[in-house]
């Protein structure tokens, strides 16, 4: 998958406070299934909190109802998990494994994304990182994950999109919403990454079903 015209235009995140805490299995089982009927190709889990136990459990349910063949699982932070639970790759950022590492852990097949840069332009030197993807923001403000990093609008997707070049696959993260991931899109983001915008709706699948729709 490191070819841009491979990625798809939307990759779900699928962070563990939209899981409720009772019925949680079947929850992720319903969920999953339904997200593959809908067409996702490619999805992050991510637990910031939960114990280890609870990741493990979680990821054996999505795995089962998002068949490989189809759907690229991608688990966030843990690059020392992917063998044990069959995903496709990592997402690491500040604070986690370098790419380098997480590279040298997984080896040259597994998917690997990290974040490229924000207000401040990129990272220096992380274009070079041995990474599939690099995600960028905060676009706009998000309540899914803490951050005080400054937001960067549209056109600092373009700022970024410009500084990278036409190669590097570039992720817009943060606050996007369907009413603005096509303009993410045209201002130069590859893909582009949602959260609450899909889980927090009362059926993610069809909700996914209308973005594909509308992004085309």
Same mark, same amino acid.
């Given at each position: 998958m490191q070819s841009s015209n491979q990625w798809p235009k939307?990759?779900?995140?699928?962070?563990?406070s939209f899981i409720p805490p009772t019925g949680r299995a079947e929850f992720l089982r319903r969920l999953g299934g339904g997200l593959a009927e809908a067409g996702v190709t490619l999805l992050e889990y991510r637990n910031k909190t939960g114990a280890e136990?609870?990741? =493990?459990? +979680?990821? @054996?349910? #999505?795995?089962?109802a998002l068949p490989s063949k189809q759907v690229k699982l991608i =688990?966030? +932070?843990? @690059?020392? #998990?992917?063998?044990?639970i069959g995903f496709d790759g990592v997402h690491v950022d500040a604070g986690d494994l370098q790419p380098a590492e997480a590279r040298s852990l997984l080896g040259p097949?597994?998917?690997?994304?990290?974040f490229g840069g924000g207000a401040a332009g990129l990272l220096p030197g992380i274009l070079e990182a041995p990474a599939d993807y690099f995600s960028i923001g905060p676009v706009f403000a998000t309540r899914t994950k803490q951050?005080?990093?400054p937001l960067i609008g549209m056109d600092g997707v373009k700022r970024l999109r410009a500084e990278a070049g036409p190669g590097p696959v570039l992720v817009a993260i943060g606050g996007i919403t369907l009413a603005t991931a096509a303009e993410a899109l045209s201002a130069g983001a590859t893909f582009?990454?949602?959260?609450?915008?899909?889980?927090?709706?009362?059926?993610?699948a069809a909700e996914f079903r209308r973005w594909l729709v509308a992004l085309g």
């Open positions: 939307v990759y779900p995140i699928l962070d563990a136990t609870e990741l =493990l459990a +979680d990821a @054996a349910i #999505l795995r089962a =688990l966030d +932070d843990r @690059a020392d #998990l992917i063998d044990k097949d597994r998917i690997i994304g990290t951050t005080s990093s582009v990454a949602i959260a609450g915008a899909l889980f927090r709706q009362p059926d993610p």
